[in-house]
């Protein structure tokens, strides 16, 4: 057995995922709901219909997420090999898969200043993790 398996780091990532199925699941039924069952099951060869505001903005949301969770992973997984995962890596762990739960709603209601300061903190836990790597 793995002594890492059960960090709160690796069970950050596991979250991770689950949240970015969950954006996945949301934006495309939206976009579905708008563009149509018929567009979205084409080849696409035309141009997309359009989509209402809040369907755009859940797109725009998991495109953010998949943008910034590939280097999050990419960080729990190296200080998990290394044997490096600590108090700040844990926290920042946290603070990456917390902030970018907040971002959802935040972005969805269209609250542009907080939801830049939202993302900031993400990308700060994200620093922590691969900090933790590094020293």
């Known amino acids: 057995m793995n002594i890492f398996a059960g960090s709160i780091e690796i069970q950050m990532l596991c979250w991770a995922v689950v949240l970015g199925l969950v954006q996945l699941i949301v934006a495309t039924t939206l976009a579905t709901r708008d563009q149509g069952l018929a567009y ?5 060869d035309l141009p997309a219909p359009s989509v209402s505001p809040l369907s ?34 844990a926290l920042g762990a946290q603070i990456y898969f917390w902030a970018r739960v907040l971002y959802v709603p935040v972005y969805a209601a269209g609250i542009p200043v907080v939801r830049t300061l939202v993302w900031g903190a993400s990308i700060a836990g994200l620093v922590m993790v691969l900090l933790a790597a590094l020293v």
Request: charged fraction near 15%; aromatic fraction near 12%; avoid cysteine.
């Open 40 to 44: 979205n099951m084409s080849a696409r």
């Open 56 to 89: 755009a903005r859940m797109l725009r949301a998991f495109a953010n997420f998949r943008e910034t969770f590939v280097y999050f992973a990419v960080a729990v997984l190296v200080v998990t090999v290394l044997g490096k995962p600590n108090a700040n890596s």
